[in-house]
């Protein structure tokens, strides 16, 4: 008796975000200075005019309607948020020519009062560069009382794209401040720093600038976690698995040389290596931790042998290839 065909098995679709009815949310375009500034503003709107600022105007975001000033600040005061990614120059000298093409400077960073004097932004770092390189004496900002915005940076960044270097090094720069200022557990931060693997590459990003993190950022996606441990103790503990993350790639790196030294040529040999070693490349379900995942792939890479490629098999490998 012929078997009967399996019914052909259905994927489950995730429920489609409802969209938002027009005109549904938030507050009116008249309502946006009703009932005066919160008293956080106001003592932030007079802590402006001390620091030799001037408050344009107050008004509530019309969407979650908090509280914000548009003020003009001098330039000497504002700096950016001292966990934030590197400069760009060649950005920085793109902006200033434009800037100075134009002879109006058109778009308003963001900032919160840091201290006495003291103002950061978390989005403006190349502006205010350009504005300086130009000989500015002001800048204008959007000013909210609440000194936290300066963690969600990496939301509120838009001046330009982060590459995962970037972004990894100001997760971690992020990460060793709030570990001075809080005992929360590294779970609280999840919104700031966006994905735990950025915590792991940017300890390792620190100890090698010209690490590849693009090859390992897909296996760390899939076991990295955020921890409930004190955010001190979470950075101490993941320097570790840092260091291992280092040693994995000595070994990949020694692998690379051995495909060369065979006359293999590719941009992609790094990202060949890490898939050969990939322990969880074909596992579903229940994944190892980011400690055993690590020493499974050292072990594969000091054992890698490259008499057993061929040449089809890299020729049909892709992936980051090394960063330069």
Do not use: C
């Not at 350009?130 to 800048?139: F, R, S, T």
Request: glycine share 6%.
């Amino acid at each position: 008796m012929p078997k009967k065909a399996a019914a052909p098995k259905t994927t489950k679709r995730a429920p489609r975000k409802k969209k938002a009815e027009a005109a549904s949310r938030g507050l009116a375009p008249t309502a946006l200075t009703d009932g005066g500034p919160s008293p956080e503003l106001t003592a932030l709107n007079r802590a402006i005019e001390a620091d030799g600022g001037q408050v344009l105007g107050s008004y509530r975001d019309p969407l979650g309607g908090h509280w914000l000033s548009l003020a003009s600040l001098p330039l000497e005061k504002v700096e950016p948020t001292p966990f934030q990614r590197d400069l760009s120059e060649t950005h920085v000298k793109r902006l200033t020519e434009v800037i100075d093409k134009l002879g109006r400077f058109l778009d308003p960073i963001i900032a919160v009062r840091a201290g006495e004097g003291r103002y950061w932004t978390s989005n403006g770092h190349h502006r205010l560069k350009a504005l300086g390189a130009l000989g500015a004496k002001a800048v204008i900002a959007l000013l909210s009382p609440e000194k936290e915005l300066a963690y969600k940076i990496l939301a509120l960044n838009t001046e330009k794209a982060h590459n995962l270097r970037e972004k990894a090094l100001e997760v971690v720069r992020m990460a060793r401040d709030l570990a001075g200022l809080s005992k929360d557990p590294e779970t609280t931060y999840a919104l700031e720093f966006e994905e735990p693997s950025f915590l792991t590459l940017g300890l390792t990003y620190e100890a090698r600038g010209r690490f590849s993190g693009g090859a390992y950022h897909p296996i760390l996606k899939r076991v990295d976690h955020f921890r409930d441990e004190e955010l001190q103790v979470a950075l101490q503990n993941r320097a570790k698995e840092s260091a291992r993350l280092l040693e994995v790639d000595d070994a990949v790196v020694e692998a690379v040389a051995a495909l060369k030294a065979k006359g293999f040529e590719s941009p992609y040999l790094k990202a060949f290596v890490v898939a050969r070693i990939n322990p969880i490349r074909f596992v579903k379900g229940e994944l190892p931790p980011l400690e055993q995942v690590l020493d499974k792939m050292l072990a594969s890479a000091k054992k890698f042998d490259a008499a057993k490629v061929n040449k089809d098999q890299v020729a049909a490998a892709s992936g980051p290839p090394e960063e330069s």
